[in-house]
């Protein structure tokens, strides 16, 4: 009889749960089970069909994150042929910053009826971008009061961070504000379903709520400045309880087990965040190993011994993916998100004809016919900011470009020219933190395009001039929740004392990697070149084009009637 013991772990994507279930002691991935999201990415109406949304919001719906765990749990069980009781812990990551207002019985607002036509009742995805005049104020404020916080976030805070986020929620419906007993991230909500009680975890509190190992949150004058109403916002909304992550949150509940059919008293660990999860999962522990989760966006994590000032990036914490080391953050907030876009609004029938015909998809039609020219070939220079530019910029009214179009241009050509951009992007990055004293020697990469598109992380080779190594799990980021799940559950449950020892048995890469060709190299130096003159132009300095669009944009779209011509 199979009496192993098991660990799940569920990560939480922008469209979708997926949980995958895996053996203790070896790492081995015995089920997998995706739930895509019921009510999916809400940036037009709220679930009603009615109530509009304004430019810049993206919400989801916290039913959906229960949904996952109650159809993809059993599901995992029951295709490994296993018992519950062999499951010995369970560990969550999620996007982020995505939060929620909640009630005193931990429900969400919207749950109740008297808030849901209001969309701030509801879960703010990472990708909302609608608190930016919040989160410039809050850059500007603190830069004149000289905070100490600011260098540790490469310099600004984003608009997809926790104190805009509730500021805009202040600002716009202070009702929602008032009403909440707390507002915290979804990971951490969702663990608390589970468990019976919030506990807060140190990585999304660390990289998206401004909190500090040694020094804590920003001082209550700080928030006072921002607003009088905010000066006790960490007493009254957040909290400063905050749990390190690699430690236990609680155990499943009684009435929460019966809801996906695994045993009251296992283990559930404290959440983490869907790339910092990932870490451990390709088997890194160390320094100088830099990980790019590549999906909708991409998330840049790597791990330093101090803590060096880095320009643009999202964030330095200490024991923020392991515990012992700094661990830096940098993200694209737009990768898969271009392809997407491209591929729904761009691509001519005749294209989506001809992948049918030949039983692809669209993205592997393209790759293919990009994978024909020779680098350079197309002309064509873009710069990557479809969803504004996460680092090294921290801006998000930045919008996209792209350059070098003809009557010739193709979709391929444009297809590969916003891979190209998002290759620049990272190398941007990279050379930030080398530029800054932290270490960049080998490159990992994982996620839903680290395992589909080849050609990318060939493109990526030879734009970094480094060799790529490829996670050997198609879902790295819930196999690292697992592995939490089974250093929650202890070595008395037959789990792990620390992440480290998980990730020397449980973590591994794939065989073959990309490694740089150098012909490639030396096209893509000088694209590079031409990339960062670009970047500057548009996105440093005074040149604020993309801004003054923005907001004529804007303008344009508060008008109601219809257009006169
Ligand atoms: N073959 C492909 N090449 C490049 N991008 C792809 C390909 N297939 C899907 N994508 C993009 O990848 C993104 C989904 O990434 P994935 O890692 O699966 O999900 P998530 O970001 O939710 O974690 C989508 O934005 C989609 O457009
Ligand atoms: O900022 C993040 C992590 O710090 C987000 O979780 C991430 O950018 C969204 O992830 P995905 O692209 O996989 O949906």
Redesign the pocket.
């Known amino acids: 009889m199979n009496m192993a013991n098991y660990t799940i772990g569920v990560d939480y994507?922008?469209?979708?749960g997926r949980a995958v279930l895996v053996d203790v002691a070896t790492g081995r991935e015995v089920a997998t089970a995706v739930k895509p999201y019921t009510h999916g990415v809400m940036d037009e109406y709220l679930p009603d069909g009615v109530t509009r949304l304004e430019h810049d919001w993206a919400l989801q719906h916290p039913q959906d994150y229960l949904e996952v765990l109650e159809l993809t749990i059993p599901a995992v069980v029951k295709e490994a042929g296993i018992t519950a009781d062999q499951v010995v812990g369970l560990g969550i990551d999620f996007t982020a910053c995505t939060i929620l207002p909640i009630d005193e019985h931990l429900n969400p607002l919207c749950f109740r009826e008297e808030h849901q036509q209001n969309p701030h009742s509801y879960v703010k995805l990472w990708k909302h971008h609608a608190a930016q005049d919040e989160a410039d104020e809050l850059n500007r404020i603190a830069a004149e009061r000289g905070e100490a916080f600011l260098k540790r976030y490469g310099g600004k805070i984003s608009s997809e961070w926790m104190i805009p986020k509730v500021w805009q929620i202040l600002n716009e419906a202070p009702a929602i504000y008032e009403a909440a007993d707390q507002i915290l991230e979804a990971t951490d909500w969702v663990v608390s379903q589970m468990t019976g009680h919030v506990v807060r975890n140190s990585c999304t509190a660390g990289y998206k709520a401004i909190w500090h190992k040694q020094d804590r949150y920003p001082s209550n004058e700080f928030f006072k400045a921002l607003d009088p109403r905010l000066e006790n916002v960490v007493e009254e909304k957040l909290t400063r309880d905050i749990a390190p992550i690699g430690s236990k949150a609680g155990e499943l509940t009684e009435a929460f087990a019966a809801r996906i059919g695994l045993l009251p008293g296992t283990a559930v660990a404290v959440a983490n965040v869907?790339a910092h999860v990932a870490v451990p999962a390709v088997g890194i522990a160390e320094p100088g190993k830099m990980l790019m989760v590549?999906?909708?966006?991409t998330c840049h994590i790597l791990l330093g011994e101090d803590e060096q000032v880095v320009p643009g990036m999202c964030g330095v914490v200490e024991d923020g993916v392991i515990p012992g080391l700094m661990g830096y953050e940098a993200g694209q907030s737009c990768v898969?998100?271009h392809?997407?876009w491209f591929?729904e609004t761009c691509v001519p029938g005749h294209y989506v004809e001809e992948a049918a015909l030949k039983g692809i998809?669209i993205?592997?039609l393209l790759?293919e016919k990009a994978a024909r020219q020779r680098v350079g070939e197309s002309g064509l220079v873009a710069l990557d900011w479809w969803n504004g530019n996460r680092s090294t910029l921290v801006d998000t009214n930045l919008t996209g470009v792209l350059l070098g179009a003809t009557l010739l241009t193709k979709p391929e050509d444009i297809y590969r020219a916003l891979i190209e951009a998002t290759a620049y992007g990272t190398r941007t990055i990279v050379e930030a933190f080398r530029n800054s004293g932290v270490p960049v020697h080998e490159v990992y990469a994982a996620?839903?395009?680290a395992e589909?598109?080849a050609l990318?992380m060939q493109i990526y080779a030879d734009v970094l001039n480094m060799e790529i190594k490829i996670s050997a799990s198609s879902q790295t980021p819930a196999l690292g929740s697992a592995m939490f799940g089974a250093v929650a559950a202890g070595t008395e449950r037959g789990g792990y004392a620390t992440i480290t020892e998980a990730a020397a048995k449980m973590g591994r890469v794939k065989e073959e990697t990309y490694k740089p060709i150098p012909e490639n190299v030396a096209t893509y130096d000088a694209l590079f070149a031409e990339y960062t003159k670009l970047y500057d132009y548009f996105g440093r300095g005074e040149n604020d084009v993309m801004k003054r669009l923005k907001k004529i944009k804007a303008e344009a779209s508060r008008v109601k009637e219809e257009p006169v011509w």
């Open positions: 994507g922008t469209q979708s869907d590549m999906g909708t966006s898969g998100d392809f997407e591929t998809g993205h592997q790759t996620g839903g395009i589909k598109n990318m």
